[in-house]
């Protein structure tokens, strides 16, 4: 297997045109990158260089080797990051926890940049509602949820909010009885099945007057509300992408509503760098 040192001057020597170039790029003698790019020459048996003439030129084989090459050097350098990211303490995976009520441009900007910044560090994104995405953070799940404003969180979590909102309406199948209704108070919602949303560890904790329907997710919950089993409350944003116009928006007393999100994390896990620095990111 070639050296590190003996494909940087086979690169070098081909991008800058001549070994004495190469060289100067290096920092090394000439005789130096001249040996090394023949003694690669001897390893592979490839002639990669055609030294007829005054400056060295690749021969076709030399042409696609030098593809190789400069792959192997990319990945010997993000191999040669990561270790020194991870030696510093950069976690090797950052699990996000969203709620359906967030949907963020800002949060779609940071995780480009911070696909360049982290490019080989895993990360997970996660989908829970209300009291699942509390677990998911205090057990150390995930490092970071981004949940809907709760007015009061356990002491070992840390919360602040995000600048941007949310929004959440009313939704019904275009079929369904309520969807001609002008004036619909809560009297007349009580009147027809609800599809409520109920977290997973604690279902019952904010349970419906009336008929129920319940699931720990909103997209459940609007697949229920487009086959016409209910009225559901749902975010505007999720409706308007996923909802394909089979639901109708229905005008009743206090909705819509605004939403606003906190970002949520634990003192006992605490984000690591990356996460950190994408925290950072959302907070601007």
Not at 30 to 58: C, G, M, N, Y
Not at 111 to 118: D, M, P, V
Not at 171 to 180: I, R, T, W
Not at 232 to 261: D, N, Q, Y
């Amino acid at each position: 297997m070639a050296s590190h040192e003996v494909l940087q001057a086979f690169v070098q020597a081909a991008t800058q045109g001549s070994f004495s170039a190469a060289a100067r790029k290096l920092g090394k003698s000439q005789s130096t990158v001249s040996a090394a790019v023949a003694s690669l020459e001897i390893d592979l048996d490839v002639v990669l260089f055609d030294r007829s003439s005054r400056k060295p030129t690749l021969t076709p084989a030399g042409h696609v080797l030098l593809q190789r090459a400069e792959q192997v050097l990319e990945a010997s350098s993000r191999l040669e990051l990561a270790a020194s990211q991870l030696s510093q303490g950069l976690e090797p995976k950052l699990s996000i926890a969203m709620s359906d009520t967030y949907q963020s441009d800002r949060f779609e900007t940071a995780l480009s940049a911070f696909e360049q910044r982290y490019p080989d560090l895993e990360l997970e994104c996660l989908i829970a509602e209300c009291e699942d995405l509390i677990a998911l953070v205090q057990s150390g799940r995930a490092q970071i949820a981004f949940i809907e404003m709760q007015a009061v969180y356990p002491p070992d979590l840390t919360s602040t909010a995000v600048e941007e909102r949310t929004e959440i309406a009313l939704f019904v199948s275009p079929e369904h009885p309520l969807a001609n209704h002008a004036d619909i108070n809560q009297q007349t919602l009580e009147q027809h099945r609800e599809l409520r949303l109920a977290s997973i560890i604690n279902p019952n904790e904010t349970r419906g007057l009336g008929r129920v329907w319940s699931a720990p997710s909103y997209l459940m919950l609007m697949e229920m509300a487009q086959l016409g089993f209910g009225w559901a409350p749902l975010p505007r944003w999720l409706v308007e992408r996923f909802g394909g116009g089979h639901l109708r928006e229905i005008k009743a007393r206090g909705w819509p509503r605004s939403v606003a999100v906190d970002a949520l994390w634990s003192r006992q896990h605490p984000p690591g760098p990356a996460g950190s620095w994408l925290l950072g990111k959302m907070l601007e």
